[in-house]
């Protein structure tokens, strides 16, 4: 069988790292295209990989008839349109990144354009479903293990040492909500196999002023009641004192199961007259490393055996509703109905 011909958009951080994976690591595709608006990124991919193409105007790359996928890795304002523009130049199979769109006007657009695109796949990069550990305990779960699921429990924290970061990030992200605990929500909906049909939330600034100019906020817990009757608590912050930490308990009539419970950088422990020490994980990246390999070898797998992705329009859309009603929820402090 001949390789998986894919082109990519966007090689900022991300896009960087599933152009490396594409190109070094997934023996099944091959790296044909790259389009980025930052010529020095083009310059160090193009003497890495030299790509067929290289532009720094994405219309090129989507009018590529010999392209079998396309990955959107651009910024989170671009996606919309892009998305969009490969439904109508016909493109088969795209990736992209989250969140799908910035607004609901934008997310309906999409479901729009990619509904009447016949034959059209689209993947959402919530990469956590990727995760071994996730997908063991979601099996777990399934089974019948913790009997019925009463409570699901998720933990977000980003690292204080990103803090000049996200600040500067922050008013490109869509907020702390839309940005980080849309991650969290599409991970709860999956596990349980349920939508949330109501939520309320807690937030504000507590640490970084600056947000306050950009209208967002640093810490937030939020309070979801799903359809199936489960209760969700999600709890975000961006000043983790000790580093990066995601993680997820899910609480039933017969037991619990928990991921990520000591998010730690590897599995060294040292001992000395102080105590046990463990590092922490630093930062998303190195924690999450292998699922953006996962989801980029998921979407080739789904185009060579020509099947759905695990996860599709509908969660991409349904993540970025939720992110807004959480996020009035967290503003009115008042309880919102979906
Ligand atoms: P970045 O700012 O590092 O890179 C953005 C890239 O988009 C650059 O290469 C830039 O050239 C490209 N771009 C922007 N406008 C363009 C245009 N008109 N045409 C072509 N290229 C264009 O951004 P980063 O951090 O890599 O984030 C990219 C996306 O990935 C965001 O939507 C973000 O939400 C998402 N993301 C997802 C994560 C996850 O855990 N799944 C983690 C980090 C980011």
Redesign the pocket.
């Known amino acids: 069988m001949s390789k998986i011909r894919l082109g990519i ?8 790292q599933h152009a490396v994976n594409i190109h070094h690591v997934i023996p099944e595709a091959e790296l044909a295209a790259i ?4 010529p020095e ?1 083009l310059n160090e991919m193009t003497s890495q990989m030299s790509p067929e193409l290289v532009t ?3 219309h090129e790359l989507l009018a590529m008839d010999s392209l079998d996928g396309v990955i959107i ?4 304002q ?2 919309c349109r ?1 998305i969009c523009d490969a439904a109508k130049a016909g493109v088969r199979n795209v990736f992209t ?3 799908i769109g910035m607004t609901l006007d934008e997310i309906d657009e999409i479901k729009a354009a990619v509904t009447a695109a016949e034959d059209m796949r689209l993947q959402v ?3 956590r479903r990727f995760d071994q550990s996730i997908q063991a305990a979601k099996k777990r779960l399934d089974e019948g293990y913790i009997g019925r699921p009463i409570q699901i429990r998720m933990i977000n924290r980003d690292p204080a040492a990103m803090a000049e970061f996200i600040i500067k ?1 922050s008013p ?2 869509g907020g702390l909500v839309l ?1 980080m605990l849309t ?1 969290d929500y599409d991970l709860a909906r999956w596990m349980i196999g349920s939508d949330a049909r109501s939520v309320y939330g807690l937030g504000g600034v507590f640490v970084y002023d600056g947000l306050k100019a950009v209208k967002d906020i640093d810490n937030c817990a939020i309070l979801v009641e799903f359809e199936n009757g489960v209760i969700g608590q999600f709890e975000t912050s961006r000043n983790s004192a000790y580093g990066y930490h995601s993680e997820m308990e899910i609480y039933g009539s017969e037991g619990c199961i928990r991921v990520g419970t000591e998010p730690t950088k590897n599995r060294v422990t040292c001992l000395n007259k102080e105590g046990i020490n463990r590092q922490c994980a630093e930062w ?1 990246f190195e924690y ?1 490393e292998p699922t ?1 390999l996962s989801e980029i070898q998921a979407f080739v797998d789904c185009i060579r055996e020509d099947k759905q992705p695990l996860v599709g329009l509908v969660d991409g859309y349904k993540a970025v509703q939720w992110g807004y009603a959480a996020t009035e929820a967290v503003r009115e402090r008042k309880v919102i109905c979906m």
């Open positions: 958009i966007g090689l900022g951080r991300l896009g960087k389009c980025s608006v930052v990124e720094e105007d994405y890795a651009s910024s989170s671009q996606h892009m990144e989250k969140p990069g919530f990469n990030f490109q992200s940005d991650h998303f999450w953006f």
